[in-house]
């Protein structure tokens, strides 16, 4: 079984390219993406690249896959690394650390200090909407002006959206650059209650509105913040728009992370639409835990067919419609036959080899004396209920495998432009390096190849 003839997405033609300098995994939750970041990161340095890895998950079993005992916001050294002059670095994205560090970046001391220890920012810098992906792309930027490495790859922040990762940081700057915050930032920069007969009475009634909805004091830490920000919102602005044509640029590649489950690739497929709207460079597609079998020959109705063919050679009479006890003793069990057979509660001890002598201790048989009264073939009876149940849970296999065809076939047909890779599920989860470098190597090589190589 295959599914529909898609490009194929070569992972590594695009972490070879040097004019790759930003690798941008996006898609909804849960579908891999953080793994399949870090998979990317340790194959593009064991293949000669500089990499850091900036993720926003805050899983310890990440930074333990990698030998670092926790992630932060400095690029940690990831030792193990083959490859010939290649280096791996990884962060984690630390939202409130890298705030201040824009405060501190553009902000003389004194008014950075004033900024740091204002009410209203220490909020905003912990948990306004939009500013975990705001403060992703104000990394992104720092560390690709530092030049220190030659490949970026980023793991975008999970959400409800994965849209909200292009929508959030121009949503942060618009607001910390809107006219609402320029209001509230006039009458601080004026002398606070003076300064409100320079407002027309329109402004003045707004902010008297808006102070008894948040509260005095709020308003008053808002109108300070303002004010204390007054050089730097400018600078949201410029910087979001600066991030913005970044991931426009041709050295950026996007990556959208998919699972071949309904959810996961109508999410994928109408972020490839907004991409391709806001002409961003889409790469391809990394489709995870895609199920395979080594004997896709055989379909599910035929496997379920034998299965239901052994299981009638076997008891012909529907195991279901017999009583409990059906064969303790048998019905036509004859006098002098052996107790074990015919005992209620031994569970055909003897057919399985064993006797209950006088001494009452039950003892293997010699296989070779056979009962008279044993079958000679429940040796192969018990060979052709394996094989059933094999059968089954083939059936079973090739029945998630035709449902993973379809999803992944009604993609293929909305964006047959969009090269797959596809990524053969793992037997467990990822807890180091070997791991990702699996990852890694099943991300490179065309599933056909990974499934001849596992039959």
Known sequence: MSMDVAPRLDIDVLLDDPETRIVVCCGSGGVGKTTTAAALGVRAAERGRKVVVLTIDPARRLAQSMGIDALDNIPRRVEGIGGDGGELHAMMLDMKRTFDEFVEAHADPERARAILANPFYQSLSAGFAGTQEYMAMEKLGQLRARDEWDLIIVDTPPSRSALDFLDAPKRLGSFLDGKFIKVLMAPAKVGGRAGMKFL???VSMMTGTV??????QLMRDVQTFAAAMDTMFGGFRTRAEATYRLLQAPGTAFLVVA????????EAAYFVERLAADQMPLAGLVLNRVHGSGAEQLSAERALAAAEILSLAIDPADPDDAPANADYPPANAAEGSDPAKNRPGTENLADCGFVDPPSGNAQARNPSAADPDVSPTSADTSAERLAAGLLRLHAERMQVLGREQRTHDRFTA?????PVAQVAALPGDVHDLAGLRAIGERLAVPLERTKRAAG
Request: proline share 9%; no cysteine; hydrophobic share 35%.
């Open 211 to 216: 102070s008894k909805v948040l509260g005095g």
């Open 259 to 266: 699972a071949p489950e309904r959810d996961a690739l109508r």
């Open 200 to 202: 027309n009475v329109g």
């Open 414 to 418: 909305l964006h047959p432009e969009v």
